[in-house]
């Protein structure tokens, strides 16, 4: 398609003008040099100003379709040396704002001139005759105004029937793109999109992709339509943000996915102090723009704005920044920031809670032993509900310490269902809270809770290995090889994963695959002489002594620790049909309050001690409630 200029005359921006027949830029009536591409964007942004202009209608507009070009590169440098010439910036933009992953909107107020007034002239015969049609034009607009207005309010009432009742269920909020230069302040744009994630997830009647999920988009180059069908979501939330000083910048937009239209756009200059309040007033904005129904205790949480120093809230976000990261080293920076957001401010209940879940999964992974980080959790959760009781997180941290050191299921379940009051799109309290259901044998409800907590983080691998562990155990062996096989598509490289399928295959009698899993598994961990004496034992005897000769191996090895896995021993153990060892295991398991037991209910590997009147007496010391009792 050849290049085009829209058909106008002259426009003026500010103290700029635009002559688009003469193709010229002028500031205070002095010509400014443009080329010809950036010129070619000017003019087609100005013809439609305040709307958003994607990369695409760009390039079908400026650069045909038969010329080879760079094309990212080509309109990376149009928009550069427009900017240039326009005296404006990225960063504070007057003119042309950047829609990261979409394109560019011209949001300077444009009056359009009409021709250029030294061009344009009349002679008393063509004056004349100018007004005879002046006049015979009005006569006949007033005979078609009646009609135009009666179809243009026509069309306007349906319309606005559309625009006022949008069908949108579900959006994802992308990560907000740092404008500062600077990578340093990631952490200040991570923490404004996690924590618009935070509160519009606070709405029952919306589904909230998760963060984990909608990182992967950081920096990407997908369009929205892409992203917005990966996630299955009806709406995107997308902008910038800026921070120098205590200045900040940030823009919102909340963009329709299909068709694509912009719905509304918001941007706020000004000091970081206001940051609380903004970020809340863009979540309640959003939700009334896409009119989703809030029960009166939703619009309550939601209007809720939690008052803090700024120096508190930036070392605050800059905790969550670690924490979000997947190495122990970061969570432990992140527990010096939470730390020192609480002594700037001891009643920002944010920062409790954030240094209560470091402890929560210091106790869960380490190196921390759970004696020494489950009562440094408690105590900081505790402080920070009664800061706070309508935070959603210590709840659920509450939960974990009911669960997972306390075992008293009761207490543990009620906080779960708080949590989800008060955030029902949270991935990980629905995963939790499944974890809680299967260790009392709700598995139906469990594998709700897997599905739903998929729905919301669709690309955690955890998650999806949940879900198929919970189909395995549920007898659905054909369903979980398949939602173990979607693990792989995820991450191919996420090794676990297969061990998790060797399993699932070996329950329904499909041996061959089975063992191919775990060979691929124990090469990939760097057990190749293990792998090739398993592979070769199975070919020769069965899977039955192969998986007798693996265990053996394991437990040689275990019991050489200093530390051995007592809950691993005991399963394997089981296993090998040692009921003694068995026991002996369990109860040291049991005396370390270790998670593992928690699944003693339901593991298969226990199979061979069911009958055994040791195991009802160690079922019965758990406590379970009237709905587990042994099998």
């Known amino acids: 398609m050849a290049a085009t200029t829209p058909k106008l005359g002259l426009v003026q921006f500010g103290v700029l003008e635009l ?23 000017l003019a087609v942004l100005i013809e439609h100003a305040g709307e958003a202009v994607t990369k695409e209608e760009l390039r079908q507009r400026i650069w045909p379709s038969d010329t080879f070009v760079d094309f990212d590169h080509g309109l990376h440098s149009a928009i550069t040396r427009l900017r240039e010439a326009l005296g404006d910036s990225a960063e504070n933009p007057r003119f042309i704002e950047t829609l990261p992953r979409r394109g560019y909107r011209f949001i300077a107020q444009v009056k359009e001139l009409g021709e250029d007034p030294q061009s344009a002239s009349l002679s008393p015969a063509g004056l004349q005759k100018s007004s005879a049609l002046v006049l015979a034009g009005l006569l006949v607009g007033a005979a078609l105004l ?20 949008p069908s949108i269920h579900s959006l994802a909020v992308l990560p907000l793109e740092n404008l500062s230069g600077d990578s340093a302040q990631d952490y200040f744009a991570d923490g404004m999109t996690e924590a618009l994630i935070t509160d519009l997830a606070k709405v029952g009647g919306l589904r909230v992709i998760s963060r984990q999920s909608v990182i992967r988009y950081k920096g990407s180059k997908k369009t929205l339509s892409e992203i917005a069908s990966e996630l299955h979501v009806d709406a995107l939330v997308e902008g910038t943000a800026a921070r120098s000083g205590d200045r900040v910048r940030i823009t919102i937009n909340l963009v329709l996915a299909s068709p694509e239209r912009h719905l509304w756009a918001e941007t706020y200059q000004g000091d970081m102090a206001n940051v609380l309040v903004l970020q809340t007033e863009f979540a309640q904005t959003i939700v009334r723009q896409i009119r989703v129904h809030l029960t009166p205790q939703e619009q309550a949480n939601l209007a809720k704005a939690r008052p803090a120093s700024p120096e508190a809230n930036e070392l605050y976000l800059r905790g969550r920044f670690y924490l979000n990261k997947g190495v122990f080293s970061a ?80 207490a543990a379940e009620k906080e779960y269902r708080r949590a989800l009051e008060l955030n029902p799109n949270s991935s990980d309290v629905h995963s939790n809270y499944a974890y809680y259901l299967r260790s009392v044998s709700r598995l139906d409800q469990a594998l709700q809770e897997d599905k739903r907590a998929l729905e919301l983080d669709p690309f955690r691998v955890d998650l999806s290995n949940h879900l198929a562990f919970d189909l395995d155990l549920a007898g659905r062996y054909e369903d979980a090889v398949d939602q173990f096989q979607e693990s792989l598509k995820l991450d191919p490289d996420a090794i676990g994963t297969r061990m998790l399928l060797s399993n699932a295959y070996e329950h329904r009698g499909m041996y061959d695959q089975s063992v191919a899993e775990l060979v691929d598994y124990l090469n990939l961990t760097n057990q190749r002489a293990l792998a090739a004496n398993f592979e070769n034992t199975y070919k020769t005897s069965g899977f039955a002594k192969a998986a007798r000769f693996l265990d053996r191996q394991f437990v040689a090895r275990e019991r050489r620790k200093s530390s051995p896995a007592s809950w691993d021993l005991a399963c394997s153990y089981a296993r090998l049909g040692e009921r003694n060892e068995a026991f002996n295991w369990l109860e040291r398991a049991y005396a370390e309050h270790h998670g593992g037991l928690l699944q003693i209910r339901y593991d298969p590997d226990l199979n061979s001690l069911r009958s055994d009147l040791r195991y009802r007496n160690l079922v019965r010391r758990m406590d379970f409630p009237p709905e587990s009792l042994p099998r």
Do not use: C
């Not at 002559?19 to 964007?41: H, M, S, T, Y």
């Open 331 to 410: 969570w432990q920076m992140s527990r010096d920031y939470f730390e020192r957001a609480i002594a700037k401010d001891p009643s920002y209940a944010p920062a409790y809670a954030g240094l209560a879940a470091f402890y929560a999964r210091a106790a869960m992974v380490g190196p921390l032993t759970p004696q020494q980080a489950w009562p440094k959790a408690e105590e900081t959760v505790d402080r920070a509900l009664q800061l706070d009781e309508t935070l959603a997180e210590p709840h659920a941290l509450i939960a974990q310490i009911r669960l997972f050191r306390d075992w008293n299921w009761a």
């Open 19 to 41: 002559d688009l027949k003469a193709r010229e830029l002028r500031k205070r009536g002095v010509k400014v040099r443009l080329q010809d591409q950036p010129f070619q964007v």
């Open 146 to 165: 009646a009609i135009v207005l009666d179809l243009d309010l026509a069309g306007a009432r349906q319309w606005l029937r559309w625009q006022g009742n």
